[in-house]
């Protein structure tokens, strides 16, 4: 059984940084595309970066260039760094994986809060 556990949120200032790490168990990762998704108070879930088996990154428009996604396959971990907070940046964390490159997320951690105050 494929578990997902996040860790790394919390309180930060505007203009702080977090590292989000989602460390995998049941399962390899490196067979997996893996997902950072966010969903803020009454917003839908939403995708911030991706990574694929190859490594291979994207990320939502509203981190790309102060977020940075990254795999360690050996530790079965993967990370999303995030600089240069706001407060919109304010949301449940959510790692996920999709087997393959498959684009449809299958397992999910149950998510870590980052609290980014105004």
């Known amino acids: 059984q494929v578990q997902l556990v996040e860790s790394g949120g919390g309180l930060v200032q505007a203009g702080g940084s977090l590292r989000l790490s989602c460390a995998a168990s049941?399962?390899?990762?490196?067979?997996?595309?893996m997902g950072w998704h966010r969903q803020a108070p009454g917003k839908q879930r939403e995708l911030v970066a991706g990574?694929?088996?190859?490594?291979?990154?994207n990320y939502a428009d509203s981190v790309k260039g102060r977020s940075t996604i990254s795999r360690d396959n050996a530790k079965n971990t993967v990370y999303l760094q995030m600089n240069s907070l706001k407060p919109e940046d304010t949301a449940v964390y959510y790692c996920?994986?999709?087997?393959?490159?498959?684009?449809?997320?299958?397992?999910w951690g149950q998510g870590t809060q980052v609290t980014v105050p105004s």
């Open positions: 049941g399962t390899i990762i490196s067979i997996y595309r």
């Open positions: 990574i694929t088996t190859n490594g291979s990154t």
């Open positions: 996920a994986a999709a087997p393959g490159d498959r684009r449809d997320y299958r397992f």
